[in-house]
């Protein structure tokens, strides 16, 4: 029996389990919606396409698995750009899916509808896998080879690109081209050896980044620190790790390390840190001066993240759950440092980085205080690049793995909102909140429609100062006239309500508190818009 193109694209989707994909239809992408008609897979209407990199970049982000986008050629994938980036910054398993003109026109510029010269080299900088198709029959094993990609190895951003023309040739299609998963296990003389060093150390402490994030591997982190009576140290993509409120869970030291950063004496005091699913990378360390011991194991799933700024005792490549299973499987109950860490100490460090006095972040630490307190344990929420946001890395303590997200890696503005759309569809079961400033809201303030046309009770909370303020404290800094950051911003209240989504505003950390309170009781999308004060 024979398929289109369109029909075994959709078929191989399904075959990899793909349940949603985001996507705004064009006429480019007819073949493929008209598959979809017969197809079990559901498509979510953003008003953007840079909404629908994000929504599948959240999706992805909250669930653990593939998040899916398709765009028309041209336009849509020029627009989809910033996403792939922001998810090839955070190791994001994001599948985005063009199509292309047909191969006859591939490259040829004769004034087609949204030619590009090669929009296969336009996307290819920001992926880790790239192909276009150039017949039907390779359609099914071009899927299985990205989800080969997405499941293996380094999530990272995939893309897949499939010409006009293509869509509609037919050809048979081959259950039998389905990607497996297949996370790399350390090589056991690795885990000898890491057993040797810890066995030698009488203070351990453990690093955890964004590759030590996911419900599988929490409960043995939890584990392997109790057994080493080791602090676990959180980069900003490694929040959720293990429950903040672990007895040896210390946190993370904010947005950036500096040197009279409370937590650099446990770094100081220890003789051994294990480092896992983090390169370790410039603004982690800022720049190679935290204080590691000079004994460094370093895990993680991609051998060249291995740092240059600390040369590993021992170097593990590998998938962090499979080697922290492994090394608990040696360990458990047959090893204790001489010395360790007691609980107290640990806490005291912990209370001592929430209270740390940082004159940038201090005025928004109560805010911080506001939402967490307001929010469950399991509450999803996509944080913006914004002033609130930045003091939430070390002052919002984050209890589960897949339920925190920052745009650290890209620094991206505006991606809190489709985020947060994305993991609702992801996780409905539970609350999900995007944190935004007034002016990064407004990059992506339009998909307050799409939140509106599914009635997902997503909420959303606008911190209004009216103006960029990161930008424009780094430009008094430098004593130069701030310039071109002041912004006149609409009514949110209002706009809001003209969705027909409930809104309110606040002025005060309590009545915040009051407001997010009321809206996770309610069925539908909430906007929560704070006025903050000018600064002193």
């Known amino acids: 029996m024979l ?13 990899h389990h793909v349940d949603l994909v985001f996507s705004i239809p064009g006429v480019h992408t007819l073949d493929i919606y008209a598959a979809l008609e017969r197809s079990s897979l559901r498509t979510i209407l953003p008003r953007h396409e840079q909404g629908a990199g994000y929504m599948a970049d959240g999706y992805a982000r909250a669930s653990g698995r593939v998040g899916v986008a398709l765009t028309i050629s041209g336009p849509g994938l020029t627009n989809i750009l910033t996403p792939v980036a922001q998810a090839f910054a955070d190791s994001v398993s994001l599948f985005v899916i063009s199509t292309s003109l047909e191969r006859h026109q591939l490259g040829q510029m004769h004034g087609e509808l949204h030619a590009m010269p090669d929009q296969l080299a336009v996307i290819r900088p920001v992926v880790k896998w790239a192909y276009r198709v150039m017949s039907a029959s390779e359609i099914e094993p071009a899927v299985a080879a990205a989800f080969d990609q997405l499941w293996n190895g380094r999530p990272r951003p ?40 810890l066995a030698a150390a009488r203070r351990a402490v453990i690093l955890a980044g964004g590759g030590a994030v996911a419900e599988e591997v929490s409960p043995l982190l939890a584990e392997l620190a109790s057994e080493l009576r080791a602090p676990v140290f959180m980069t900003v993509t490694g929040k959720g790790a293990i429950p903040e409120d672990h007895p040896y869970a210390v946190g993370s030291w904010g947005y950036r390390w500096t040197s009279d950063n409370p937590a650099a004496d446990l770094f100081r005091s220890s003789d051994v840190v294990l480092a896992l699913g983090t390169g370790l990378g410039t603004r982690t360390t800022a720049g190679g001066t935290l204080p590691l011991p000079r004994t460094l194991i370093h895990v993680d799933i991609d051998p060249m993240e291995f740092s240059s700024s600390y040369c590993p ?39 001592f980085l929430r209270s740390f006095s940082q004159d940038t972040y201090d005025r928004y630490k109560s805010w911080v205080q506001a939402l967490r307190s307001a929010l469950p344990r399991e509450t999803f929420t996509a944080h913006d690049m914004t002033m609130v946001c930045y003091a ?7 209890y589960l793995p897949r339920t925190y997200t920052f745009p650290r890696g890209f620094g991206t503005l505006g991606s809190a909102l489709p985020m947060a759309i994305g993991a609702k569809f992801a996780r409905p079961e539970r609350p999900a909140v995007a944190i935004c400033g007034d002016g990064g809201i407004q990059f992506t303030i339009q998909e307050l429609g799409t939140v509106a046309q599914y009635r997902l009770p997503v909420i959303v909370v606008v911190f209004d100062d009216h103006t960029h303020t990161a930008v424009k404290r780094a430009m008094q800094g430098r004593e130069m006239q701030p310039r071109d950051v002041d912004l006149i911003n609409p009514d949110f209240v209002a706009l809001a309500r003209a969705y027909e989504i409930e809104s309110v505003r606040v002025t005060e950390p309590e009545e915040l508190a009051q407001a997010l309170s009321r809206a996770i009781e309610r069925p539908t999308p909430t906007l929560v818009h704070v006025i903050l004060r000018d600064e002193p």
């Open 158 to 197: 995939v893309y897949l690109e499939v010409p006009l023309d293509v869509l509609r040739e037919q050809a048979p299609s081959c259950d039998q081209y389905t990607a497996r998963r297949q996370p790399r296990a350390p090589n056991p003389a690795d885990v000898d050896r890491a057993v040797e060093l």
């Open 3 to 15: 398929f289109t193109g369109a029909e075994l694209l959709v078929k191989a989707l399904e075959r």
């Open 392 to 398: 939430g890395v070390r002052y919002f303590p984050v």
């Open 313 to 351: 005792t021992l170097a593990v490549a590998a998938d962090v759950g499979k080697f922290v299973a492994a090394l608990l499987e040696r360990i458990r109950g047959n090893l204790r440092p001489s010395e360790g860490w007691d609980p107290e100490t640990i806490a005291k460090t912990r209370e």
